[in-house]
T-cell receptor, first 114, second 116 residues
Framework: DQQVKQNSPSLSVQEGRISILNCDYT??????FLWYKKYPAEGPTFLIS?????DKNEDGRFTVFLNKSAKHLSLHIVPSQPGDSAVYFC?????????????FGGGTRLMVKP | GAVVSQHPSWVICKSGTSVKIECRSL??????MFWYRQFPKQSLMLMAT?????????EQGVEKDKFLINHASLTLSTLTVTSAHPEDSSFYIC????????????FGDGTRLSIL
């Protein structure tokens, strides 16, 4: 049973436009959510996170939105840049603590076209 | 920012060889380290959780005698793939956290293991 799902395996966006990556979860115990970016043959790089007590967290071009009632979160990147092209994973954990196990989604490959 | 170093980045060896992978947190104390495995075009699958000074907790289906984990200090965890076979070929990634509230896991760059 996949507790964290990223239903879009890939997304193509024009440079300068907004990229919206979506993630759904089923476990209502999750209370800490993270987005990671991954290039081939490299480890994931932490981008941004959000606690369940918030519905939005912003860091530069990256904003994460959390809709607890819908068990849905999204990552907005604006403006998108070609260097943003990578695989993006959402992840979730329990007890606001990434020291607990992270459950990852399947990833979405973002391609930003110049 | 937090840095996790993983070594080696790529290993090619013969079937039956044991391979050790090191994961180090360079600028923070990692009370917990995690070991993941990633198959091509798939997500990261957690193999085990390693807490400093105690035995690792393995996920279901992961053989603890096959994948030996040691977390002897707050900055180093090792994964040893014992008597590796071609089916063990994969991308292995570690992560580390200091267990603070709302502190993310930071990942190493991974180790590509190829068993001939």
């Amino acid at each position: 049973d996949q507790q964290v799902k990223q239903n879009s395996p890939s997304l193509s966006v024009q440079e300068g436009r907004i990229s919206i990556l979506n993630c759904d979860y089923t476990n209502s115990m999750f209370d800490y959510f993270l987005w990671y970016k991954k290039y081939p043959a490299e480890g994931p790089t932490f981008l941004i996170s959000i606690s369940s007590i918030k519905d939005k967290n912003e860091d530069g071009r990256f904003t994460v939105f959390l809709n607890k009632s819908a068990k849905h979160l999204s990552l907005h990147i604006v403006p998108s840049q070609p260097g943003d092209s990578a695989v993006y994973f959402c992840a979730a954990s329990v007890n606001n603590n990434a020291g607990n196990m992270l459950t990852f989604g399947g990833g979405t490959r973002l391609m930003v076209k110049p | 920012g937090a840095v996790v170093s993983q070594h080696p980045s790529w290993v090619i060896c013969k079937s039956g060889t044991s391979v050790k992978i090191e994961c180090r947190s360079l600028d923070f104390q990692a009370t917990t380290m995690f070991w993941y495995r990633q198959f091509p075009k798939q997500s990261l699958m957690l193999m085990a959780t390693s807490n400093e000074g105690s035995k690792a907790t393995y996920e279901q289906g992961v053989e603890k005698d096959k994948f030996l984990i040691n977390h002897a200090s707050l900055t180093l965890s090792t994964l040893t793939v014992t008597s590796a076979h071609p089916e063990d070929s994969s991308f292995y990634i570690c992560s580390a956290t200091n267990n603070g509230v709302n502190q993310p896991q930071h990942f190493g760059d991974g180790t590509r293991l190829s068993i001939l």
